[in-house]
């Protein structure tokens, strides 16, 4: 069976001001449908970048993903955004959804971009928020909310679509480290009752020891990848 | 599998005006500004040309004057028409509009204080009526009745120190010689035009004719609506004998048609700079309030939704909150210049440019000009301000890139 | 007759026309000549004490007069004028002449040789007229043009 999320040999150099900088160099890493995968490292390990590839926001400078059985780093960035839309879901460090939308239009925001009928965006959107017992706060706006809730919005947003994969990079990272692990377990059981794909990225261990599957990274490669009994 | 449609685009677009408000209120200020200073300028300046015409059309001259084409050369009694009845048939074959005949002429008053030269006007009391707003306007007595009345200019009167019920000597050369004559002063004009107000001297053409010696009229003041003067004017000529000509007021004014004509030339490029300055002022405006929204267009973009529908969102979203302003700006300026056109708010402001306006044969009134066309006017503004202003943010849409823009502080 | 600046052209003046401060002297034409008073105004005569008569003269209708009176006193014995005295016509006097001096140059007709304009309206401003030298006979035509005029002319 084909995977999920496939990357090969995945390379990414930025170029700043003539400076070129490495931030990943050759990344092999595959996600199976209906894993829950934690990505590590320190910082400027390379985690958001790869997140970033893998989702098909940005193209490597050399390497392949394939996302769902497409091929995403050869096509341009209209193909990759209709492929974001349908395909992927994003959850964000901070600032995840738009500050003038109340929670429940944010939770709709991607249906809403889809073209589906007010009805169903509706009525997805508030299960979503139900699912992350955010349903009380559907009419707050961000600056409202704790950030907390605020991620977990962003979470909902993304199950609200249904898509294919969630990237969640470092979601917890401004959070404190109970809320933070409180966002893995609503995560966590999304993954489990309704067999979502997660793809995670955290440079806290404490998260790592309730997380199965950990790909370690550290400048630009993998170094280590462990899946707990 | 489709990305955001044009109806979702502009549908976000448009609860995107909504929900940031502050920043619709100050782009649609701007464009409301822009749009009541485009309104007014323009209103104004037509405003300023009307007035004129019909200051010298309704006050000081004629809608067309019909007289003798050595008459227009010389304005001399000596140049008069004896009898005025070829220009009659004229009038006649051009559909008979109403008209009044006039003799002009050189004079002096004396009062018992003051000598002063001035032009005198012998009319016809009734059909003067027809043709000019002066027998209308008089601020104190009444319009001439017979002859041996005379009405005068209440500043005129001023000067000579002359009053209600006395008598005023009207003296003149021409075709018969020094001749004067003691007229009682009837009534005293009050029209708001300086050269009336000032100068105005009329008096019964039966007694202009005494004192000239000329049996008929130096000319024919005939009326024709306000912008129409050229056209009836033409059309006179046309029936007219040689030696006989009519000539619309706008030909008549001399050195101000000139002053006005330029001014209206003027008025182009500093239209264009008003225009320019809108466009300046929305550009940066949308400049600000589109690099505020990095983060917020990079998680839009990272959800899914292409360049080029977030530029038409940017772009969109620009589009309504000018249009909103546009239509403010319509209302604001339109009332504005209603008020103005109907109000003299406007002449003690330009009185204090002093003798200038008063030479181009108006002071204490002012009235704006009410036309469609400064909407378009303003239109055009607004769409040359928001092209400019709307390239920026729809070019930066274009080539924002979604990770770049999530990095964004 | 003179160029009138506002007017841009010449106008040839009748004589009540003439009443206009001259030369920005308080002497106008009208003071001098006699003939307007003649022509038109009623006169109204009555004695003001044993010497002198008191003409009122009041202008006729349309008139070309902008004067609501004017009165002479007149010397009863020589039947001279010794003061001419204009009212406005809202019967304010305006401005008064006196005459002072006569010389007869044939008998029983009199030329004046000193006489003074006072503009009774600004105190104190007066015009004074006085003709030092005189002969009798006709005048060459020469004398009244401008230049004469300026200069002088001699016979
Ligand atoms: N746009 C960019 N231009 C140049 N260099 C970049 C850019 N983005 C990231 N880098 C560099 O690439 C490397 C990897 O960065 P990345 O953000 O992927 O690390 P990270 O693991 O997500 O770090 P953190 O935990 O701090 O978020 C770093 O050295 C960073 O400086
Ligand atoms: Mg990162």
């Known amino acids: 069976m084909n995977a999920l999320v496939e990357a090969r040999n995945l390379h990414k150099v930025y170029k700043a001001d003539g400076v070129e900088t490495p931030a990943l160099r050759g990344v092999d890493l595959t996600v199976q449908a209906g894993e829950f995968t934690a990505i590590a490292g320190p910082s400027g390990s390379g985690k958001s970048t790869l997140l970033h590839l893998l989702g098909g926001l940005d193209r490597p400078t050399d390497g392949e993903v394939w996302l769902d059985g497409q091929r995403l780093d050869d096509k341009n960035a209209v193909e990759r955004a209709r492929i974001r839309l349908w395909k992927v879901g994003f959850v964000f460090q901070a600032y995840n959804l738009i500050p003038v939308l109340t929670a429940l239009e944010n939770a709709a925001f991607v249906l809403e971009l889809r073209g589906r009928p007010p009805a169903e965006r509706r009525q997805r959107a508030l299960a979503a928020l139900a699912e992350l017992e955010m349903g009380g706060y559907a009419e707050r706006r961000p600056n409202q909310l704790s950030g907390g809730q605020q991620q977990r919005v962003a979470v909902a947003r993304a199950l609200a679509a249904e898509p294919a994969v969630i990237f969640a990079d470092e979601p917890t990272a401004n959070l404190d480290s109970k809320t933070g692990l409180a966002l893995i377990e609503y995560m966590k059981r999304l993954n489990r009752e309704k067999g979502l794909t997660f793809v995670f990225s955290t440079h806290d261990p404490r998260l790592l020891e309730h997380v199965r599957r950990v790909v370690r990274l550290e400048d630009g490669r993998v170094i280590s990848e462990e899946v707990a009994g | ?409 | 007759m003179g160029l009138q600046p506002r007017l841009g052209r010449v106008l040839r003046l009748p004589p009540s026309g003439r009443n206009s401060r001259f030369l920005g002297s308080d002497v106008s034409y009208a003071d001098l000549s006699g003939r307007d008073l003649e022509d038109y105004y009623q006169p109204q005569a009555r004695d003001a004490d044993e010497n002198t008569i008191l003409l009122e003269l009041t202008p006729k209708p349309r008139a070309p007069t902008p004067w609501g009176k004017v009165t002479l006193t007149v010397e009863k014995k020589r039947v001279l004028p010794q003061k001419i005295v204009y009212y406005d016509q809202r019967g304010n006097p305006v401005k008064e002449v006196v005459i002072s001096g006569f010389a007869e140059y044939a008998p029983g007709r009199y030329l004046i040789t000193a006489s003074e304009v006072r503009d009774l309206l600004n105190q104190g401003w007066r015009t004074r007229f006085e003709v030092s030298d005189w002969k009798v006979g006709p005048v060459p035509d020469g004398c009244f043009s401008q230049s004469a005029l300026e200069r002088g002319c001699r016979y």
């Open chain 2, 1 to 409: 599998m489709k990305g955001a449609t044009a109806m979702t685009t502009a549908r976000l677009a448009w609860r995107n005006v909504w929900r940031h408000r502050q920043r619709t209120y100050l782009l649609a200020a701007v464009v409301a500004y822009a749009s009541v200073a485009t309104i007014f300028y323009w209103s104004m300046i037509d405003g300023y040309k009307l007035s004129v015409l019909e200051a010298h059309a309704r006050y000081v001259l004629a809608p067309v004057t019909v007289a003798r084409t050595a008459w227009f050369a010389d304005p001399d009694p000596e140049n008069g028409m004896s009898d005025t009845d070829q220009a009659l048939a004229a009038l006649t074959s051009a559909g008979s509009p109403p008209y009044a005949p006039r003799l002009r002429f050189a004079g002096l008053l004396t009062s018992p204080y003051l000598s002063e030269t001035a032009f005198l006007r012998g009319v016809d009391p009734v059909a003067e009526a027809a043709v000019s707003r002066v027998p209308a306007r008089i601020g104190k007595g009444r319009w001439l009745a017979a002859p041996g009345e005379v009405v005068l200019g209440y500043k005129l009167a001023e000067r000579l120190d002359v009053r209600l019920g006395e008598r005023l000597v009207v003296s003149t050369a021409a075709l018969a010689g020094p001749r004067s004559l003691g007229l009682e002063v009837v009534g005293l004009v009050h029209a708001r035009v300086s050269t009336v107000d000032d100068f105005g001297v009329y008096l019964h053409i039966d007694d202009a004719r005494y004192l000239t010696g000329l049996t008929g009229a130096t000319h024919l003041a005939v009326n024709a609506p306000l912008g129409h003067e050229q056209t009836l004017a033409r059309r006179l000529a046309k029936e007219l004998p040689a030696g006989l000509t009519a000539k619309p007021v706008w030909d008549l004014v001399g050195p101000i048609k000139t002053d006005v004509e330029a001014g209206k030339k003027l008025s182009l490029p500093i239209g264009l700079l008003l225009a320019l300055f809108a466009a300046l002022a929305v550009t940066s405006t949308l400049i600000v309030s589109v690099l505020e929204r990095t983060r917020e267009f990079g998680v839009i973009l990272a959800l899914g939704m292409d360049n080029a529908s977030l530029g038409w969102m940017i772009v969109l979203e620009a589009a309504f909150a000018t249009a909103v302003g546009w239509l403010l700006g319509l209302l604001l300026g339109y009332g504005l210049i209603y008020y103005t056109s109907t109000h003299n708010v406007l002449g003690p402001f330009f009185q204090l440019s002093g003798e200038v306006w008063s030479e181009a044969g108006l002071t204490e009134e002012f009235y704006t000009h009410l036309s469609p066309l400064y909407a378009f006017y303003s239109l055009i503004t607004v769409i040359v301000s928001a092209l400019a202003a709307f390239f920026f943010p729809a070019l930066r849409a274009r080539r924002l890139q979604a990770a770049a823009a999530l990095r964004w502080e």
